[in-house]
């Protein structure tokens, strides 16, 4: 005896309670992503505001809008220079790289459906390392001049995800697969990386380790112009695929069930991200942290529709660093702290006090 | 002549190609349209691979497979996915996400980048036809197995489906549930005009509820047909190695297992 199906409320009838509720948290979401740009452009004129040259906020905002809107706001040469040539340079690097490493770390906990999935894990940045590594102790790469650390970074974090791409596709581009060849990777360039540490020069010493620690202030508007080139392209595929990325956190079997083939996905996603993270490491060298954390807190906040997730992983990268390069310039004055090793001390207490107080499970 | 919605044609699937053991050896089945074909089998059996086989979720070595006198193994992933709802049995954990967000899931062959509320009307629609309305925020990890099987069904219908394919829809729950789920499948397959195969352990429920039914033992078919038909002491002796007596109950047999067949003739 059948139970019938009861059917309540009708098509064109009125929203029920539990839709209105749907509808609000929809808004919620869009709201969220939509104060972390504002939030950018606070911090950015705090940020401005830091250094020898004495600037007040309002100094500094009126000197980013003046190129915008000449007509509306009025700078002095001297701010302008200080704001447009010393400061903002280093926080457009800040807000650019934390992006493109959050919004790549969230693709890749996704198509490897692991919440420990980031370039680290994933042995690029050791790829990029051993690349740096060889350009600085046997001045070996494949560009000269200031292009040689850069190009190897880059090449040898391309390469080791093509290996991990190439290696996960003998045996089908699963998400375990990938992951253990990743892990594989990191620690056979990582051995390579030591081995000539060991053989260097003090001097060469201290530029590896430098490089490892992740810097923003070591490049312009020029390089920044190449690296965001790269994470327009890299996103906007990734956007692209948010769909896929949501199906592709169930299972690969329920993936595919739903229309998405899953290993295809995974390797063209597997390859804009590691475009976008070989990018940025290239010119800051190592920063580690956001692509692993920004996504998480981008998911207790957002949820997992990749369709809000991406966009508001890579904001949130971009305050993340922000913030802490803001952070790292002033705690001991003059001297600036070196990025990476800033998000890390920093974001650590406050992602492990995230994960203390949330009830619920998130991964 | 006998309308077929969906069947397979000679199929054979090993994991090695020709040199590993046949999971699925000429497997050949037919499911008439808005019917339940109920397949039973012991474990390894290769129920689970059948269905997998239907959907092109793996490619079988050999054979076809047919909806609509289409041959699937030509149809792209996306146009099969518009056709074919597979619900799984085992359940893997990814992220979190709410219920309304799964059922949307059920919409990505019909869809771009965005939904729109005809999408969104749609899922609540399933959703009110399942009674599961009120779930639609909470966390899919948070619900009971009863309610999670409902929640995948409704992705299925997300997907309008013209066939649902379910892998032990009744496993983990208790016996309420099972009526439950399988009484909306049954109401789906009447009303909704779908057809369904499930691959099923109970020999109970699949003798109440399958229009007709398939004995499977290691990949091969040992016996199809209506319920009364296949679920015979003899049959389960031999597929099953027990021993079992069936009583008529209301048109469909029913299977009262006594105990395992101390011969030397199982395995």
Redesign the interface.
């Given at each position: 005896m059948?139970?019938?199906?009861?059917?309540?409320?009708t098509?064109t009838g009125k929203k029920?309670a539990?839709?209105e509720?749907?509808s609000k948290?929809i808004g919620i979401k869009i709201l969220l992503i939509l104060t972390l740009p504002v939030l950018i452009f606070i911090i950015t004129g705090i940020s401005a505001t830091l250094g020898s040259a004495d600037l007040t906020i309002w100094d500094a905002y009126s000197a980013i809008l003046h190129r915008i809107f000449p007509e509306h706001f009025y700078t002095s040469w001297l701010s302008d220079i200080c704001v447009w040539h010393l400061r903002l340079p280093r926080i457009a690097w800040a807000i650019t790289a934390g992006f493109g490493l959050g919004i790549s770390g969230a693709a890749m906990?996704?198509i490897l459906?692991n919440?420990l999935a980031s370039p680290f894990t994933l042995g690029i940045s050791s790829g990029a390392s051993f690349g740096v590594s060889l350009a600085i102790v046997l001045n070996l790469g494949f560009f000269g001049g200031m292009w040689l650390i850069i190009g190897n970074a880059f090449i040898f974090a391309m390469l080791c995800s093509g290996l991990i791409l190439g290696l996960a596709s003998i045996r089908g581009a699963t998400s375990e697969i990938m992951i253990l060849c990743g892990i594989a990777m990191n620690y056979i360039f990582g051995a390579a990386s030591s081995l000539f540490k060991y053989f260097s020069t003090d001097q060469e010493l201290r530029e590896m380790s430098f490089w490892g620690m992740g810097d923003l202030g070591a490049f312009s508007w020029e390089e920044l112009r190449i690296v965001m080139v790269l994470i327009a392209i890299g996103s906007f595929v990734l956007l692209?695929k948010?769909?896929?990325l949501?199906?592709m956190?169930?299972?690969d079997?329920?993936a595919?069930?739903?229309?998405?083939?899953s290993n295809r996905i995974r390797a063209i996603v597997m390859t804009a991200s590691s475009l976008l993270i070989a990018g940025i490491v290239a010119f800051t060298g190592i920063i580690g942290f956001i692509g692993l954390v920004g996504p998480h807190m981008a998911?207790m906040i957002i949820?997992?529709?990749h369709?809000f997730l991406l966009p508001a992983s890579g904001l949130l990268g971009g305050v993340i660093l922000l913030g802490a390069d803001t952070v790292g310039r002033t705690i001991i004055a003059p001297i600036i702290l070196l990025v990476g090793s800033v998000t890390s001390m920093l974001g650590v207490p406050f992602f492990l006090y995230l994960i203390m107080k949330r009830r619920?499970?998130?991964? | 002549m006998v309308m077929i919605k969906l069947e397979t044609i000679d199929i054979v699937f090993s994991y090695d190609g020709n040199s590993g053991p046949m999971i699925l050896d000429d497997v050949s089945i037919q499911l008439a349209p808005s019917r339940i074909l109920g397949i039973v089998g012991p474990n390894g059996s290769g129920k689970s691979t059948l269905l997998?086989c239907i959907?092109?979720?793996i490619q079988p070595d050999h054979g076809s497979v047919l909806l609509d006198r289409r041959e699937i193994m030509k149809m792209g992933?996306?146009e099969?996915?518009?056709k074919?709802?597979?619900v799984?049995q085992t359940i893997?954990r990814?992220?979190?996400?709410?219920v309304?967000?799964?059922v949307l899931?059920?919409r990505?062959?019909h869809?771009s980048?965005?939904s729109d509320e005809d999408d969104d009307?749609k899922i609540?629609?399933v959703l009110?036809?399942?009674?599961i309305?009120?779930l639609?925020?909470k966390?899919f990890?948070e619900l009971s197995g009863g309610q999670q099987q409902k929640v995948l069904i409704a992705r299925a219908l997300a997907?309008e489906a013209e066939v649902i394919l379910l892998d032990e829809p009744t496993s983990n729950l208790d016996i309420l549930r099972q009526f439950?789920v399988m009484?909306?499948i049954?109401?789906?397959v009447?009303?909704k005009l779908v057809s369904a195969i499930i691959a099923i352990h109970d020999l109970n429920l699949a003798s109440r509820y399958s229009d007709k039914i398939i004995m499977m033992r290691r990949g091969k078919i040992v016996s199809a047909g209506e319920p009364s038909y296949v679920l015979t002491a003899d049959n389960i002796a031999s597929v099953y190695g027990v021993e079992a007596i069936i009583r008529k109950q209301s048109e469909a047999p029913y299977i009262i297992p006594v105990g395992p067949i101390k011969t030397t003739m199982r395995q």
């Open positions: 059948a139970k019938t199906i009861r059917r309540r409320g098509r029920s539990i839709q509720e749907h948290r906990q996704a459906r919440p692209r948010a769909w896929d949501n199906v956190t169930v299972g079997e329920t595919k069930s739903l229309g998405v083939e998911r949820g997992a529709d369709r619920r499970e998130y991964w | 997998k959907d092109k979720i992933r996306m099969i996915a518009k074919i709802g597979y799984q893997s990814g992220f979190p996400t709410s309304f967000d799964t899931m059920g990505r062959p869809l980048w965005r009307e609540w629609e009110r036809l399942l009674d309305e009120d639609a925020l966390y990890g997907q439950e009484d909306i049954r109401d789906l009447n009303k």
